[in-house]
């Protein structure tokens, strides 16, 4: 597994010092590491959605001229797409920039289901949006970070990088402090189930809220029929 901190310097050394995206479990580490304010002259804005991150992207690349490094999973591509294509895009305002994507979903080990299909067309879906994509493992990912920032550069275009499952060494910063007094996500689940009946209809939120969900109502026999886990594109 890579060390988030070399992983993030090698950016820096390449003069990317402007990174804007959306949370993903496959870059975690990377964005805790870049949320800890431990680097100096770096600039971080998390975005609401992939689409927000590309514009933020965009506009940075506009007013400094320089390469900004937008970050999110595979399954956001298609909410990236836009402004991609309609922006970034070679043939519109040809704008460089990487593109950090995390690979859920592929090889189909131990993931959501949802995440299989964008898995397995992560690098076609990129090539039909006219992106060239490298993937990076533990021994190349100095060395295709540079071909990366160049190709983007020299082309004057997106090109991304992407990043498989466990990838990334686990970062824990000291700063986060847990409250023992605040209700966990998992308890408070078990209160809601608590106080409804079988026959109350419940819609929960993507992530771990509908995950936990399942286990909940599997543990408490209740079935899945009364309860609608959204996924992915649904939140």
Request: proline fraction near 4%; hydrophobic fraction near 40%.
């Amino acid at each position: 597994m890579v060390d988030v901190k070399k992983f993030v310097n090698s950016f820096i050394k390449n003069k990317i010092t402007f990174f804007a995206g959306v949370p993903d479990s496959v870059l975690k580490s990377f964005i805790h590491y870049l949320k800890s304010n431990k680097i100096k002259n770096l600039k971080h804005r998390v975005a609401t959605n992939e689409g927000s991150a590309i514009s933020l992207g965009i506009g940075y690349y506009f007013s400094k001229k320089k390469i900004p490094l937008i970050y999110f999973q595979n399954s956001g591509i298609g909410h990236a797409s836009n402004p991609l294509y309609s922006i970034a895009d070679k043939r519109i305002y040809s704008v460089p920039m990487v593109l950090l994507i995390g690979r859920r979903g592929y090889p189909k080990k131990n993931d959501e289901p949802q995440h299989y299909r964008i898995g397995e067309i992560t690098k076609n879906f990129l090539k039909v949006l006219n992106i060239p994509s490298l993937l990076l493992s533990k021994k190349n990912y100095l060395k295709q970070i540079t071909i990366a920032k160049n190709m983007a550069i020299k082309f004057s275009k997106p090109v991304a990088l992407i990043v498989p499952m466990k990838f990334f060494k686990k970062f824990k910063d000291n700063r986060d402090i847990k409250d023992n007094k605040l209700t966990s996500r998992y308890e408070f689940l078990k209160i809601v189930l608590e106080i409804t009946n079988k026959k109350d209809f419940i819609v929960s939120s993507l992530g771990n809220v509908s995950r936990e969900l399942y286990v909940l109502n599997d543990i408490r026999k209740r079935g899945h029929k009364k309860t609608f886990y959204c996924i992915g594109a649904m939140g």
